[in-house]
């Protein structure tokens, strides 16, 4: 089945990005819009519903943040994600070293996070209802943890030893974080705890190696 997998021969997107696109998101109280971030720093923002009522559509953009946005990235968007519990706001992150958060009505930055080094990768939890945390992997080793509700950024995770290159919230616990760096290394943290790491998984399931510091625990080479 997954080697017969191909795209619907029914449904397109409109064609809107003069680049290539590096992250997508639909968002999940309805499943009907979509984000798209691009590598020039162009966000579109899709509807998926068919209006036609015709066998055969094109999903349209209904709105983009351009490159003649006074907000729009100045570089590459590495993610875009809608907040998980209504449409009026999504987030989108970028090389430009910055996390802005989205007013979607008025297609305004509401809010920007400033950051030492290049944004990789940041994350919403999906279940989270006591806290309002979006985990930044950035240049530098240290796990960055912004809050929606005070807008600052002061929480930090320390344990990598590279940059930060995905951070995912688990979708079942929300205040456990799953972290991967350059550093060859998957950390899960719980941030409530003061020390932060709860384990950092390697490919021996767990087991020390015959080098008993953790240098020879990697989850990959």
């Not at 066998?55 to 590459?76: E, I, Q």
Request: glycine share 6%.
């Amino acid at each position: 089945r997954v080697l017969s997998l191909e795209l619907n021969k029914d449904r397109d997107v409109e064609r809107i990005h003069g680049s290539g696109i590096n992250s997508l998101d639909i968002e999940p109280v309805e499943g009907r819009y979509m984000l798209s971030g691009g590598s020039d720093g162009v966000i579109v923002l899709y509807d998926l519903e068919n209006l036609s009522r015709k066998p055969s559509y094109t999903c349209k953009a209904l709105c983009s943040v351009g490159r003649s946005h006074p907000d729009v990235h100045r570089f590459s968007v590495e993610t875009v994600q809608w907040y998980p519990h209504d449409t009026g706001m999504f987030t989108s992150s970028s090389f430009d070293k910055t996390l802005k958060i989205w007013d979607t009505n008025t297609l305004q930055s509401a809010d920007v996070f400033h950051f030492e080094g290049t944004v990789y990768s940041h994350h919403m939890s999906p279940v989270a209802t006591k806290h309002c945390l979006i985990a930044v992997g950035t240049k530098s080793p240290k796990v960055q943890l912004c809050d929606l509700k005070s807008g600052s950024c002061s929480h930090i995770l320390q344990g990598h030893r590279q940059e930060v290159l995905a951070v995912s919230w688990s979708p079942r616990h929300e205040y456990v974080l799953a972290t991967a760096s350059a550093d060859s290394r998957v950390k899960l943290w719980d941030v409530r705890r003061a020390s932060g790491c709860l384990t950092t998984l390697d490919q021996h399931n767990g087991e020390k190696s015959k080098a008993s510091s953790e240098a020879g625990n990697t989850e990959y080479n």
